[in-house]
């Protein structure tokens, strides 16, 4: 067959373009029939947006996508399989797999034919190991088994192997052992002549099952090489792009004054026992992968997540039973994550947003508000942290990303808290806010306020903090300050794979 | 995400002029003040079919009159659907009142003043319950208000048994029909001196306040608000009470009106009271709930129910002139807005598909060879 040497999809000169932002830029790709193609990157280093623009969620700005081997006879299918499987809980795995597909008014309406579903359903799953029962809700099946009730409904429609499955993030929520089970399945498959792309961060997972590596950075594809011509050290240069013994380093010049943040044994949800101290004027980071507690201990710290503490202290007093509006009143601010949900109200000006937390100085004598006071503080914040258009009273969800964010810094900023608390403070935002943002978390850290910085991207921290705590299993990992404090260092770190991890030589022993 | 982004850039350019320029033309646009218009529209219509009765003096004044129980019930509703919190208990609550209030004072023998400040503080405790089962026991507000309508039925039931209650105290009986006077046949009655200094406060707290502003935070991202140091569930049950002492206040006054306690006229308010909260909401303040929409939307849909009235129309035209009022202006304001937005979804998300069509037609004009892939198979094969 002339199809069997010519990849099953090529992508080429792939562009994307958001305001402000070039998600990717000249992006290309081949996948083979039998291979697995791995591609790798940081947050915002273009993956999703690949794995968008195929599902067609967005529309490319310009690049091609052509499946070569695709016939009449053998048309190429491209199945994605999302890290949101999209299975409904409640119900089976026979009816997840979507199975009873009966049309038309007599079909719907005659008795099912149970058994013969059954039976079709533990003949789809069996091919990826061990059956297991298929009548029970999916909620209540291990997650590796969730994921290949995804892979079989995939496939399902298949009339041939050779298709392009592509698997976004598949191993977030499984444990290590169920990892192997979900990795067999796949090597099956490829086997079988798919061409699959497995995208993920976790770097060790990748050594372990890629036939090929795809480095994505900041839109672009710095790497493309085959498993035996990397190894880790290497695959985190070329995610961070920063070469081992060229790093930059954290910050060492700031002073600091007092602790204002003193926290014992922290622990809630996904926290088990973390210990934080902050002092005036630092800028503490905490780093870690999707799980790891990172993404909670803000919200924990704050009091809009339950969290106990053995000890918290702020400011020097103790403050054991925490809320949001008790912690404002304390000096706390916190940047959530997700501004539209949680940040702000979508709904109202930039005025009211600004004004919301800390409302009392812009009162008068008759309990309302001072309209004119109110919005000359929100006219001078607008102008002060640089919010394009400069229109105090426009509606919060009418401005871009990174001017939305700008107005939540305005907000918590106004009251100059002593402490900070930021989660993802520039996700989604182009350059030019990025840099203002810093700035403006340069500003407060120097008036004396105690930053604690949450985030994804080790670039960043390395920017930002003094010093930065990486969290592994909802424990303090490693602490890194100064010359220790690089992007590869915290990468590392939090992917568990600094000097003599047992899962990355066990992967290469496999190999 | 980034395609919110997008979007929002993309709406950017065309929305949001300045206050001060375009300032008056979006004031009196019929997207701000819908009602108003609907309202000269009505006014003019029936002037000229029934000049005689509609512009007779006496149908404005009972008009006004009649109309502020329910302006009350809707101000009721009104105060915690500003925190997101529906109280379908309402039209329950305005007849639990209208009927405590008249056993207070006829089985009990209390002298009415009393009897009105315990069915208030009567208003106040069922607030309060419903509050302490929304946000503890964290039931839905729909259905806990529903369950506190069932339980306040039952209550006005046991109490009544299904009667009026006659005999109320003469000072009592009096007030809801003394008021003062305008001279000839013009009269500010109590009540609607009473429903004005409420709607006043009310319109006060919400709109001039902090804790107005609170409490549209708490109603548009409870979520949000909470982080922002507002204490959201405080604040739907302090609603709660307020609007259950202002549905108890009106059924108080409509006990004294219709000089009784009649079981039945409660529950009818729940329909009118929700219509003029929604209504309203698209008066005024583009989408938000608010005290004056409210109040001019209850007296829009009620001169168009009189004057369809006048024309000879029976029982069934109040509804049915309701239901297409809401029904128009809420879609109408839904429409508008949504369809700009639509817009600039299509622009955002269809650029780049037309420029490359428009790409392949130049390509395929200038070069025959590449032409449409039906054309050129067999050439091909």
Redesign the interface.
Same mark, same amino acid.
């Given at each position: 067959m002339a199809a069997a040497n010519r990849p099953l999809l090529r992508i080429t000169g792939m562009i994307k373009e958001f305001p402000g932002l070039r998600a990717l830029d000249d992006v290309s790709l081949e996948v083979h029939s039998g291979e697995i193609v791995a591609v790798v990157g940081h947050n915002g280093s273009g993956k999703s947006t690949l794995v968008k623009i195929l599902a067609g969620v967005y529309a490319k700005d310009a690049g091609e996508v052509e499946y070569p081997s695709s016939t009449a006879e053998e048309e190429t299918g491209l199945h994605i399989i999302h890290q949101d499987l999209g299975l409904a809980m409640e119900l089976n795995a026979i009816e997840n797999l979507g199975i009873p597909k009966y049309q038309g008014l007599r079909e719907s309406l005659a008795p099912a034919p149970v058994k013969r579903e059954k039976a079709k359903a533990t003949e789809l799953i069996s091919r990826f190991g061990e059956p297991f029962d298929v009548t029970v809700p999916v909620g209540s099946l291990a997650p590796a088994q969730r994921s290949i009730i995804g892979i079989a409904r995939a496939l399902d429609g298949w009339k041939h192997p050779r298709n392009i499955l592509i698997l976004d993030e598949p191993t977030e929520a499984l444990h290590a052992s169920e990892v192997r089970i979900l990795f067999e399945a796949i090597k099956r498959l490829a086997a079988d002549g798919a061409g699959i792309i497995f995208i993920s961060h976790r770097l060790d997972e990748v050594l372990e099952l890629a036939d090929r590596i795809v480095v994505l950075r900041d839109g672009k594809k710095v790497a493309d090489e085959d498993r035996e011509h990397v190894d880790h050290e290497r695959l985190v240069e070329f995610v961070t792009g920063v070469k081992a013994g060229e790093a930059e380093t954290g910050r060492t010049d700031r002073t600091h004054g007092e602790v204002v943040l003193d926290i014992a044994g922290l622990w809630g949800e996904v926290l088990d026992g973390v210990d934080l101290t902050v002092h005036a004027g630092e800028v503490v980071g905490v780093a870690g992968v999707l799980g790891s507690g990172r993404e909670a201990l803000p919200a924990m710290v704050f009091g809009s997540e339950l969290a106990a503490a053995d000890e918290f202290n702020v400011a020097g007093a103790a403050y054991p039973k925490r809320d949001p509006a008790e912690s404002i009143r304390r000096g706390m601010a916190f940047v959530p994550g997700d501004r539209g949900k949680y940040g702000a109200i979508r709904d109202f000006t930039a005025r009211e947003n600004i004004t919301l937390p800390a409302m009392q100085n812009v009162t008068n004598a008759i309990f309302g508000v001072d309209a004119r006071k109110e919005k000359a503080v929100a006219t001078e914040l607008v102008a002060k942290y640089d919010v394009r258009p400069p229109r105090p009273e426009q509606i919060f969800k009418q401005f871009s990303g990174g001017n939305q964010q700008k107005i939540v810094f305005a907000k918590w900023l106004r009251n100059d808290p002593t402490v900070l608390l930021l989660e993802e403070p520039t996700q989604g935002v182009d350059i030019g806010a990025k840099q203002a943002l810093y700035e403006a978390i340069d500003a407060a850290a120097a008036q004396g306020a105690a930053v604690v910085v949450c985030s994804s991207e080790a670039k960043e921290l390395v920017r930002l903090c003094d010093r930065v705590l990486v969290l592994r299993n909802g424990v303090v990992a490693a602490e890194l300050s100064g010359e220790e404090l690089t992007e590869t260092r915290l990468v590392l770190e939090g992917y568990g794979l600094a000097d003599g991890d047992d899962a990355v030589d066990g992967s290469e022993g496999q190999q | 995400?980034?395609?919110?982004?997008?979007i929002?850039?993309a709406?950017?350019d065309t929305?949001?002029t300045?206050?001060s320029a375009g300032g008056w033309r979006r004031i009196l646009s019929f997207r701000n003040i819908s009602a108003l218009y609907i309202f000269v529209a009505i006014f003019v219509l029936f002037s000229i079919i029934t000049p005689k009765t509609f512009l007779s003096p006496g149908t404005w004044v009972l008009l006004l009159d009649e109309q502020t129980i329910t302006v009350l019930a809707a101000l009721a509703v009104l105060i915690p659907l500003n925190v997101a919190v529906f109280n379908l208990a309402i039209g329950a609550e305005v007849g639990f009142a209208v009927i405590l209030v008249a056993v207070l004072q006829v089985n009990l023998q209390l002298p009415w003043p009393l009897a009105v400040v315990l069915a208030l503080a009567c208003g106040a405790l069922i607030g309060t319950i419903s509050g302490l089962i929304i946000t503890r026991l964290k039931i839905d507000s729909f259905i806990a208000t529903l369950g506190m309508s069932s339980l306040l039925t039952a209550g006005l039931v046991l109490m009544s048994g299904q009667r009026q209650v006659l005999g109320l105290g003469a000072g009592f009986r009096d007030f809801a029909t003394g008021g003062i006077p305008l001279g000839g046949t013009f009269k500010l009655t109590w009540p609607f001196i009473i429903m004005i200094v409420v709607a006043l406060v009310l319109w006060?707290v919400m709109e001039? !306040?902090?804790?107005g =502003?609170?409490m549209?935070?708490a109603g548009?991202?409870p979520?949000?608000?909470?982080?922002?140091?507002?204490?959201v569930a405080r604040l739907q049950i302090g609603s709660l009470v307020a609007g259950g002492i202002v549905a108890a206040l009106a059924g108080t006054l409509l006990a004294s009106r219709i000089n009784a306690g009649d079981p039945t006229v409660g529950p009818n308010l729940l329909l009118p009271a929700l219509t003029a909260v929604f209504l309203g909401s698209t008066q005024f303040k583009g989408?938000r709930f608010n005290v004056w929409g409210t109040v001019v939307s209850v007296y829009v849909l009620a001169v168009g129910v009189k004057g369809l009235q006048l024309l000879g129309a029976t029982d069934w035209v109040e509804n049915a002139f309701n239901g297409v009022a809401l029904l128009g202006a809420v879609a109408l304001s839904r429409w508008e807005r949504t369809s700009k937005r639509t817009a600039a979804i299509k622009r955002a !998300?269809t650029f780049? =598909?037309r420029a490359r069509t428009e790409l392949a037609e130049q390509q395929a004009a200038a070069d025959p060879t590449s032409a449409p892939a039906e054309l050129r198979k067999p050439d091909q094969e």
């Open positions: - | 995400m980034k395609t919110t982004e997008a929002a850039t709406t950017e929305k949001a300045p206050r006060y001039k !306040t902090p804790l =502003r609170r549209y935070a548009f991202n979520d949000g608000a909470r982080l922002s140091g507002v204490k989408g !998300t780049g =598909r």
